[in-house]
């Protein structure tokens, strides 16, 4: 289906091109392969070479003794113009979609990886945020102020006292004598 749909478009571009001069089912047949093979992002050069199959035969059924040969010579100077004329627009015109087609694709990966960057970050802050509250839970039980008695107050000092930690300690232990 696929191939004849192919042949069918290159025999009416030949037909418009070659015997009435007229460009336009040249013009639309380019878009079609072009767009086509484009997005399936084919080598230029498999385009060109199913293209140019069919100006490969076009000199078998133009070779003597079938047709005169001053008639061919002329007939395939005709239709080689045709073919250089459709090569260069399906070359220009399929560069520029293949151009396009990486473009979006492009643009689609970046916004792929904004969406896992950003789900990332949050899940980052998410974790740092839990980290904090550990950490603050671990530094609230780690200088427990206990009231052992009416007016008695018990600071058991777990692990290192560092500066930091002994700052707190006296904020805490103030805010409980006053507590007290």
């Known amino acids: 289906e696929e191939t004849r749909k192919l042949v069918d478009g290159v025999v009416r571009w030949n037909e418009a091109l070659i015997l009435r001069s007229d460009a ?3 013009a639309e047949f380019i878009g079609f392969v072009t767009a086509y093979r484009a997005a399936s992002e084919f080598q230029i050069s498999t385009l060109l070479r199913g293209f140019c199959s069919f100006r490969a035969a076009m000199a ?3 070779a003597p003794p079938q047709v005169d ?6 007939a395939l100077r005709v239709i080689d ?5 459709a090569i260069f627009q399906m070359g220009d015109e399929y560069v520029a979609k293949l151009n396009r087609t990486i473009v979006e694709r492009r ?3 970046e916004a792929d ?3 896992v960057a950003e789900q990332h970050q949050r899940e980052y802050q998410d974790a740092m945020a839990m980290i904090h509250r550990q950490q603050d839970l671990l530094h609230k039980v780690s200088l427990p102020v206990i009231t052992v008695f009416q007016g008695v107050l018990v600071v058991p000092v777990i692990g290192e006292l560092s500066s930091e930690r002994a700052d707190d ?3 805490r232990l103030l ?3 006053v507590a007290n």
């Open 107 to 109: 643009q689609q990966l």
């Open 169 to 171: 300690l006296i904020h």
């Open 113 to 115: 990886l904004a969406r």
């Open 81 to 85: 113009d045709a073919y250089l004329t």
């Open 24 to 26: 336009v089912p040249l």
């Open 175 to 177: 805010d409980a004598i």
């Open 60 to 62: 078998e059924l133009l």
């Open 69 to 74: 040969p001053t008639q061919a010579f002329l």
